[in-house]
């Protein structure tokens, strides 16, 4: 509890009033000369207890009234629940969640969680701890710690506007952990302003761990959560997988894959406007949603037959969550789908070079070069969207070593194939072990189907992949992601951990007929080969759909990207949904699709995520008005007029003894 | 015709007088008989007796006697409460007064006894001159100090010697049960024990409207107390002590009075002297 006028409790000994009052009469009554003191002796002592504790309790109600009026001058503002309390620290670090489930929206108001939970933070921070504190800001978007003159500053500043990116809470964490230690920041108060979805806060990482730890470790440390973890309504949601620009000899159209969901807890029919606008022209078409999900694949949209490039978006219409209301995407002649594969051995690169030129979509054009090591230096690092590494594995300073790293940072892909010769160096925390033969082939036990090379396809047939057989397997070591295990538990296929947008796997076996099936049988090496070809042609070509990000328009110069539309602030571009360009670059960009999950914490996770720590928990909604900390005065008051009511009671004089007095 | 001031018991007087004495005199009024035991003056000897049973008894007359009038007052500082014009002490005064002057009237003996540390110790003579003194000793006496009610009455009932109307002025605020000790005491003594508690209606009461400091007037702690808080507890204590002393009046037969200082005193006399009319002629 604060107060707006502190200066007032100076005159709080002025509640002692009524003892000191109590004391005066004690010694200014009048004096009886009695003589029956043995009567009134007794009484003394039947009434002992009673009196006593009433005389006290009169006195107590008095000295809480009187208090109470002091208290109400001194205008108090609480929390109340907030934590509010216990003076003000030293610095107040508030940690923002601007990811784009935060624009949920109050429909009547149009107040998104971000906005009002901002609102009632620096109303609050303003009325409690006002300049007293050394105010900072770090929010999911730049991470970065911003000092702040003021509260109100939290409202205007750019940095706390909506963006269309994911959060990464324990990111947000780990900035104010290493903002205090660095500043020795004293007695501490961290907000966090999060809607707790579970795409953000990643509780299973081993972060959280480590940050428990670290935080435990700081003294007057206070950790308080507002959370807005309501969700919205009959929310629907619509994403673009794939646009396509199709171009027969009569017409050319746009081909898009896309899904729209909703709910999960609707079931009910619903006929929903789609709304296309391509190049400023819209297009409004109708679809009927029957259950959660509703995809369409292949949709097609007439463009004019000249219109080689442009940009559009598919648009719902308006609910509680606009962020996920609306999807950019551009489009292009698509690119050549280019794959380099990096070998000595024909044997191995043929099959490999064979199923890379083959066309998966009839409608991209497909390229693949065979090139011996020595000549790795010769690959057209912009053009290529697969590498397929049958080398030696490069030495992490090497500049051969750097380029495949840079190539994964542009967002491509590399498999990684084990060479007959042994090699001791790692990449990306991986490395090749020794060759083993089976004289009974290997069966493939287990393998992800849901996501990854082997996923299952579109129509949700699986693979054959329980079909591949294996004689020779290179024993994969190192952390990474399973893909696939062999017979025993041994790891097939890897998938490298590696920070970026790019993709590493390692194969544990060659695809000729020496060490598995995989290039006889060639669906599976066939179907993951080209999804390797996919995943690293995303950001190939001169139109890319990427996900807001801090690092979705690289590392360069942000202002050089001009934006369709609304003008967004140069540090912001990367982090706002639409459509940027430079030069003959022309990037969508939208929120990233788990975003759209709408699970969140419960108090169960929040409890062991924070387990030891002090913190607690304000569960806010965004309708709700009421302000984080107010004016508490009207709360003194009713204890002021309970106290005086109290009083009143205990010396409202006894009833009149209804027996004679004795002997009259 | 005035009311006499008689005794309830018999009385051993040194004069002949108005009262009945516990030795066979030689007064109108048969007695009984007994024995005739060696010794006996022949003369009181009943011979129609004698003829008739062949047995010689002494035919008893009652003697009448004198009555001694002993005037015990208590004078603790407690019986200064009362009214400005009229303390508790003052109407004891009227009452032990007018006692003793109808006892005087009567040539009974009168004697004073103040019961306080010091003292007033009068015997009971007869004699207007002796009266005079026991009034003026009584003009004298202003009551002071804490109350040594329980010793003076036991120290009384060791001093006087010869059976007497013991009349004792007080307000009695000692508990009832050491009370009942003293007036044992003076019972076994032979005395005829008459008391009048004397009491005001405040005291029984305790009806005051405010809080105050209330001093004792025999020089104890002052209490405060307020009065809306404890006066129902006040006036339990006060029903509690009066019905044990009603207890104590019925176990030990004496002449007990309870007098409120608003009544008049000679109504209150009156009462008192009906009653032992009232009791001789009942004989």
Redesign the interface.
């Known amino acids: 509890m604060t107060f707006l006028a502190p200066a007032l409790l100076f005159a709080l000994p002025l509640a002692a009033l009524p003892v000191i009052i109590h004391l005066i009469h ?1 010694y200014r ?16 002592r ?2 002992k207890g009673l ?1 006593r504790l ?1 005389q006290i309790l009169i006195l107590a109600f008095r000295v809480l009234a009187v208090a109470a009026i002091l208290f109400v001058i001194t205008r108090p503002m609480a929390g109340g629940l907030l934590g509010l309390t216990g003076g003000v620290p030293d610095t107040v670090i508030v940690l923002l969640d601007r990811s784009a489930s935060m624009e949920q929206q109050n429909l009547a108001t149009g107040t998104s969680k971000r906005a009002a939970g901002i609102a009632k933070l620096a109303q609050a921070l303003r009325d409690t701890v006002g300049v007293r504190s050394k105010l900072v800001l770090i929010e999911n978007g730049h991470l970065q710690p911003q000092l702040l003159e003021k509260p109100e500053s939290l409202i205007d500043l750019p940095l706390t506007g909506p963006t269309d990116t994911t959060a990464d809470v324990p990111a947000l964490l780990q900035g104010a952990l290493d903002y205090i230690t660095t500043n020795q920041t004293g007695r501490t108060d961290v907000w966090v302003l999060s809607d707790l979805r579970q795409s953000d806060w990643d509780a299973g990482s081993g972060r959280w761990q480590a940050l428990r730890s670290a935080f435990a470790t700081l003294k007057g440390l206070r950790l308080h959560l507002l959370s807005y973890a309501q969700p919205a309504a009959q929310n629907l949601a619509v994403s673009v997988q794939r646009v396509v620009r199709n171009e027969t000899a009569g017409k050319a159209e746009l081909l898009l894959d896309l899904r729209v969901t909703r709910d999960a807890s609707s079931h009910e029919p619903m006929e929903l406007p789609l709304r296309f606008v391509i190049n400023d022209v819209s297009s409004t078409i109708k679809v009927e949603m029957k259950d959660s999900q509703l995809v369409l694949q292949g949709h097609a949209i007439p463009i004019d037959k000249t219109t080689k490039r442009g940009a559009g978006r598919v648009e719902l219409p308006a609910d509680a969550s606009p962020a996920d209301n609306v999807y950019h995407f551009v489009f292009d002649e698509p690119a050549v789908l280019q794959s380099v594969i990096v070998s000595d051995d024909e044997a191995e690169a043929g099959p490999l070079q064979a199923a890379l030129e083959a066309a998966a979509d009839p409608t991209r054009k497909y390229a693949a070069t065979v090139l011996s090591p020595a000549r790795a230096a010769e690959i057209a690092w912009d053009d290529v969207a697969l590498i397929v590494w049958h080398a030696a594995l490069p030495k992490a300073d090497d500049l051969i070593g750097k380029q495949l790293m840079n190539h994964l940072s542009a967002g491509r892909s590399i498999l990684f194939l084990p060479t007959e010769s042994a090699n001791s160096e790692a990449f990306g925390g991986q490395h090749w072990g020794a060759w083993s033969s089976e004289s009974k082939p290997a069966s493939v036990e287990w393998w992800r189907n849901d996501a990854g090379l082997l996923a299952n396809t579109r129509s949700g047939t699986a693979l054959p992949v329980g079909d591949v057989e294996v004689s020779r397997r290179c024993e994969i070591l190192g952390e990474g992601t399973p893909l696939a295990r062999l017979t025993g538990n041994l790891p097939l296929l890897m998938r490298a951990d590696i920070p970026g947008d790019g993709n590493a796997w390692f194969l544990g076996t060659l695809p000729g007929s020496g060490s598995s099936s995989l290039a006889r049988d060639g669906v599976v090496m066939f179907a993951m080969l080209h999804r390797a070809l996919n995943e690293g042609a995303r950001s190939l070509g001169r139109a890319q759909q990427r996900e807001a990000g801090t690092a979705a328009l690289g590392s360069g110069d942000l202002s050089v990207w001009k934006r369709q539309g609304q003008t967004v602030l140069s540090s912001e571009q990367p982090l706002r949904a639409g459509v940027v360009e430079k030069g003959d670059k022309l990037v969508a960009l939208n929120r990233p699709l788990r975003e759209d999950h709408p699970e969140t914490l419960g108090k169960a996770a929040l409890a062991e995520l924070f387990a030891g720590l002090d913190y607690h928990v304000i569960e806010d909604q965004v309708e709700n008005d009421a302000s984080l900390a107010s004016e508490i005065w009207r709360t003194f008051l009713f204890v002021m007029a309970l106290a005086l009511l109290g009083e009143a009671l205990l010396c409202m ?2 009833k009149r ?1 209804p ?1 004679p ?4 | 015709m005035a009311l006499p001031l008689n005794a309830r018991h018999a009385m051993l007087g040194g004069v002949s007088g108005k009262h009945r004495s516990p030795v066979r005199g030689s007064s109108l009024e048969f007695a009984q008989y007994r024995k005739y035991v060696p010794g006996d003056d022949t003369r009181r000897l009943d011979w129609r007796t004698w003829g008739r049973s062949d047995r010689f008894y002494i035919k008893e007359f009652e003697a009448d006697t004198n009555l001694r009038l002993c005037l015990l007052m208590d004078t603790s ?5 009362g009214p400005a014009d009229s303390t ?1 002490f003052d109407y004891a005064r009227k009452l032990a007064g007018t006692l003793g002057y109808i006892a005087a009237q009567q040539g009974d003996a009168v004697g004073l006894w103040s019961l306080a540390e010091k003292s007033v110790e009068i015997p009971a003579k007869r004699g207007a001159s002796h009266l005079g003194l026991v009034l003026d000793q009584m003009a004298g006496i202003q009551p002071v100090g804490g109350t040594t009610l329980l010793t003076a009455l036991h120290d009384a009932a060791e001093k006087i010697r010869q059976r007497a109307l013991v009349v004792i002025f007080s ?1 009695l ?3 009832p049960a050491e009370l009942k000790s003293a007036i044992q005491h003076l019972r076994f003594r032979k005395h005829d024990v008459a008391v009048f508690h004397l ?3 405040q ?6 409207d ?9 020089g ?7 009065p ?12 509690q ?2 019905h044990e002393m009603d207890e104590l009046v019925r176990t030990t037969g004496m002449d007990y009075q ?1 007098v ?1 200082l608003h009544e008049k005193y000679d109504d209150v006399l009156a009462k008192f002297l009906l009653a032992r009319v009232e009791k001789k002629g009942g004989r």
């Open positions: 004690l009554r009048r004096q009886v000369k009695w003589a029956a003191m043995m009567f009134l002796q007794m009484a003394q039947m009434n009196s009433r004089p006894a003894d027996q007095s004795p002997a009259r | 500082g407690s019986m200064n409460y508790r307000d605020f000692v508990p009491l005001d209606q005291e029984l009461d305790f009806d005051f405010r809080p105050a400091r209330f001093i004792d007037m025999e104890g702690e002052a209490i405060l107390a307020d809306s808080l404890i006066a129902r507890n006040y006036r339990e204590a006060v029903r002590y009066l309870r409120k």
